[in-house]
Structure formats: C-alpha cells, structure tokens
C-alpha cells in the first residue's frame, strides 16, 4: 500500500466517520478516531467528555473571539494545549503503522509527508439532514441546527490552528460527495486510491 | 454505465484536459472541448479564435468590471450571447449520449441531472507551473503568470455566469489533486465511478 495514512476531514451527517471505519475495516489497517480522545485525555489529565467537546470544536461563534480565549502563563489557552497535545498524538499513532485517522486536523498534522491520503467527504444539506434524522432520531429543524452548529464549530478550530480554510479543494487529495456517489461506492474508491 | 455524462472542470496545468481524453478514450465514448468551440462559432458566426478567447474567460480583470461589459438593446453583452449559445449546444450535445466533456460551466448547466459525474481536476502552483514549462516551453516566471491568469478569467466567467465559486468543493461529486494522485491514477479512478 502506497498510502499508509489515510485522513478523512467529515462535513457533519456525510457519513465520513462511517465511510473511514469500513475503509480500515477493508484495508485490514488501524482506525483512530475515539482512540485519540482517550489518549489525549490520559496525558492531559482533562475527562474523555471533554477532550471530545473541546478537541475538535470550537467553543466560540466566531474566529474572532476564539482567538481571545483564557490563557495561562505561556500565553496558551486550554484549546491550545488540547491541539498541541492531539497533534503529538497523531505523530505517535502514525509511527506504529498503516491507518485511518478521522478529523482531529490530521490532515494539517501530517501535510508534509508523502505516504498520505488527506480525504474529504461531503455532501448536500438535504442529505445531511436525513441522515442525522435517521441516525439520531433528530426532528428535520434539529438535525439542522446540529450539522450548522457542528460543522461551524469544526471550522473555526480548523482555521483558527492550520492557518487553512476547511474544506478547501486544496487542502485534500480527493473530495467526495458521498450523497451523489453513494457511501459503499465511497469506501470502495478509497480503497483503490489508497493501493496507490 | 451509471453516469452518462462526466464533466471536467480543471485549473490550468493540472492535466485536466488530458485526463478528459483519456478517461473518453477508455470509456469508448464521445469527447468535447474544441467541438463546443467550433458548433458555437457556427451558431454564432464569430470566428473559432474569437469564442475560444471569450467563451470560457472573462475579458475584465474583476467580476465588478465584468457585470457592466457593453450590453445590446436586450441587455445582453457579447459575452453572455456566447454563454447562452454555449448552455444550448452543451444541452443539445448530451443529447446525443455518454460523453465527457471539458470546461465551459457544464457541471452548472447540467447540474439538475442525476446521470452526471460533476469532476474537478487541481494541483499545487509548482507541479502546475513545471506541466506548463514542458508541454508549451515557458520560462517559470512566464507560466507562473498563465496559470494565474488564466485561472482568475476562469473563475470570473464561472462566478458571474453560475452564482456559484469556481473550484468549491460543493459544485462536484469529486475532486483530484492530480500532482499528488497521478494522472494516470486520476483516470483509473473516475473510469471506476463512471460505472456507478
């Protein structure tokens, strides 16, 4: 396999997440996702609960405000430490061997080595939306609300760290919109790309 | 073969172009680019020259300039007289069966359709730059500047005539940075889609 590290950046209910564990699942490869929570929370000290909240997700509504956040004598915020520590995470995780990382900035983490597949996977509101419906049991005005709120969130801490706009074509190998091509066909394109 | 139409949109030096060719090729079905140009010319009556210079690029360094370019008495400039007939043909064309086709806002014209493959091909400014030196003999400074303004007249046209940003992940089913991927692999890949 050409590409031992595959990262997949998720718009909100596009089935990224999904699509990641079946590529890892076909590829016969590691899959982090909640395994990088968990060890953040270990060597921070700060709660699962938390790390999940914060790691990945901006607390503020805009960049502006973000950037102003407590800070401690070093001048870094709570966030700050979450990244840093996420970071050191990931380049731990990608020495042990091949894999898939969903979110977390991966892709920004590891931008300078070759042996990467950065993936992006979206997809219509519409689509979206059904399937936060389906899969959270979400009323049409929740599951709206949840992907806006969520996909902000992931944006703004995106930036905010990479000094890159999320979601940009540039950013990514491959993009996919899983609703036009279809989520099995997603995985199944991956899978080629990642043989290299 | 699930999608019957795959349109290219491509920045310049990416090998969009020629990933377009090759993927009609191997698809065994038809391919337009200069067939688009030269039906126009027919349609119109301006020269081949004339509609490849102003078919796909804005003539004006700004969108703001572009939206107020000399109007007939419908209102319509020469520009937009060209887009239209160019939507008429592109419409006509798909008509005719599978095909794959380069340029000319096709994803947004045929964007209502559920048989197309709405493709976007792009690289970094360097592995752009070093196509371009090759394959039309530019000095580096010299191709450095054709990139970026043809990329800029491009994405003009694209904006003003669709309402949508040129090169925005949301516009299609799926982009390839074709430096990192490979052309050939960019080809093998959307011939896999192709099927559905």
Redesign the interface.
Known sequence: MRKRIITISREFGSGGRYIGEKLAQQLGVAYYDKEIIARVAEETGFSKEFVEKKGEYSPQKSLFAYAFVGRDSQGMSIEDHLYAAQAKIILDLVKKGPCVIVGRSADYILRDRTDCLHV?I?S?PEKKAERIRTLYGKTEEESIKLMKETDKKRSINYNYYTDQKW????N??????SG??GID?CV??LV??AK?
């Open positions: 992006f979206h219509s979601g940009a074509v540039r990514y190998d491959v993009t996919l919109n036009t091509i066909k199944e394109i080629e790309m290299g």
